[in-house]
């Protein structure tokens, strides 16, 4: 059964102080892990796919990377809106259905 | 990004009512559509997986005859909770996928029965 565990639950941030999210993951065979935003009472919103180890895609202050087993979401310089609960899921390469961490709940203050 | 609405927003209703929720695709064919379920401060636990002309497939624990799922189309996907109790209450969302794309969500229904 896939597994994706993310750390920590929930951190708070001085807006410009830069930090990292983890989502560590089991899959049998990956097809991707995705990232994504959700704001209270909203639905998640896409930011990024990777597919292989050693893979970056970058978008505004957030970074994200991937190895066999995490990934981890860099945010740089965070400013308050980028307060919000970060999901981080896999997809394997058998199936099409999504398995979701509990996410990390970031907030930044000013 | 692709737009998926979802409506209605909110309901509040009485104990023993059914309710619809709709899930449009608008700018992009969906081969396939899922249903979540979200409790407060949980992630997204999947339901069933719609397919377009085709009986939903459930996940394990879901009962498919208290959350009826109809995919009529490419673009539009409801999901009906039949006789709703106050432990039915929750965030529901929706997504809408095609291969080799991200699945994209639509903003919830939450539901609250009384």
């Known amino acids: 059964e896939d597994q994706v565990t993310q750390s920590p639950e929930a951190l708070r941030l001085q807006e410009g102080e830069s930090s990292s999210l983890n989502c560590s993951y089991t899959?049998?065979?990956?097809?991707?892990l995705f990232w994504y935003r959700q704001d209270p009472g909203k639905g998640p919103e896409f930011l990024f796919t990777?597919?292989?180890a050693g893979e970056e895609k970058e978008k505004e202050r957030l970074k994200a990377t991937l190895t066999k087993k995490e990934s981890f979401l860099h945010i740089t310089a965070p400013k308050p809106e980028d307060s919000a609960t970060y999901l981080c899921?896999?997809?394997?390469?058998?199936?099409?259905?999504?398995?979701f961490g509990a996410g990390t709940t970031v907030t930044v203050r000013a | 990004g692709a737009v998926v609405s979802q409506h209605p927003s909110r309901v509040i209703c009485k104990s023993g009512t059914s309710v619809k929720i709709e899930c449009r695709s608008l700018?992009?064919?969906?081969?396939?559509m899922f249903w979540y379920r979200q409790f407060p401060k949980q992630s997204l636990m999947l339901m069933a997986t719609?397919?377009?002309?085709?009986?939903?497939?459930?996940e394990q624990g879901v009962e498919k005859d208290k959350f009826l799922i109809n995919h009529a189309s490419l673009t539009l996907s409801t999901l009906t909770v039949t006789s709703a109790h106050p432990e039915d209450s929750s965030f529901y969302i929706c997504?809408?996928?095609?291969?080799?794309?991200?699945?994209?969500f639509g903003d919830g229904t939450r539901l609250s029965i009384l």
């Open positions: 700018d992009f064919q969906a081969t396939t």
């Open positions: 990777l597919y292989s």
């Open positions: 997504s809408a996928y095609r291969r080799n794309q991200p699945q994209h």
């Open positions: 899959v049998s065979g990956l097809r991707g």
């Open positions: 719609s397919n377009e002309g085709s009986k939903a497939t459930y």
């Open positions: 899921a896999v997809q394997a390469s058998d199936d099409y259905k999504l398995s």
